[in-house]
């Protein structure tokens, strides 16, 4: 197995964090990770926050226990969101797609390029599904009709053991032709 595969097998939605906190630098490479994703027409719709601040972190923990969900999520260390901007796309395609036709995979890729490094980095992330948006946005100062992306969780992980990948058949889902 390459580096890569191996990176892909180690990286997992981590559900419980150490008290130790993530040092600035390598949230900067997380994202910078992030930065370096591909897009549609390289229109980059994307933007980020990174919550490092104590209690931002902690009030960002609470708007993501929506429906009782996610109990461990206030041990979080810090959280990057990842929002949705204005895809700007080459004339020819935007004549034919909605500008951001592409944006929400692109920002998908960035965010498996920010775990993917949170991952080399030796952190944990996982990606939060269910959250309280108008809250956040009312904390972290960010426009009421922004589209989010994603809200990814970090921390140093708690458990270390890398479990095995529940997915799919590689036969059942490829094909060759
Ligand atoms: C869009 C999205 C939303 C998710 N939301 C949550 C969530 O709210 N809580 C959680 O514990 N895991 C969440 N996950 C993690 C998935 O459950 C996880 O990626 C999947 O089970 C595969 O496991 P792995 O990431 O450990 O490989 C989310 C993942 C994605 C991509």
């Known amino acids: 197995m390459n580096d890569f595969l191996d990176l892909c097998k180690r990286r997992q939605s981590c559900r419980g964090f150490s008290e130790r906190s993530v040092e600035h630098n390598k949230l900067v490479q997380c994202v910078e990770a992030g ?11 994307w ?15 609470l708007c993501g226990q929506q429906l009782k969900q996610n109990v461990w999520l206030n041990t979080a ?35 498996a390029y920010i775990c993917l490094e949170a991952a080399e980095q030796g952190l944990g992330s996982c990606i939060i599904g269910i959250y309280d948006r108008k809250k956040i ?15 990814i969780a970090l ?7 890398i ?7 590689f036969e059942e889902i490829v094909r060759f032709v």
Do not use: M, W
């Not at 930065?35 to 719709?45: F, I």
């Not at 490092?52 to 009030?59: A, C, F, G, P």
């Open 35 to 45: 930065r370096l994703a591909h897009s549609g027409c390289n229109s980059q719709p």
């Open 47 to 61: 933007s980020f926050v990174v919550a490092e601040n104590k209690d931002i972190v902690s009030q960002i923990a």
């Open 77 to 111: 260390k810090a959280f990057i969101i990842v929002l949705e901007e204005h895809a700007v796309l080459s004339p020819v395609i935007s004549g034919f797609l909605d500008s951001q036709y592409y944006a929400k995979g692109d920002l998908g890729a960035a965010a």
């Open 137 to 151: 946005c009312e904390l972290l100062n960010i426009p009421a009709e922004k589209q989010f992306g994603y809200v």
């Open 155 to 161: 921390g140093y992980p708690l458990n270390e053991t």
């Open 163 to 169: 479990r095995q990948k529940n997915r799919k058949a």
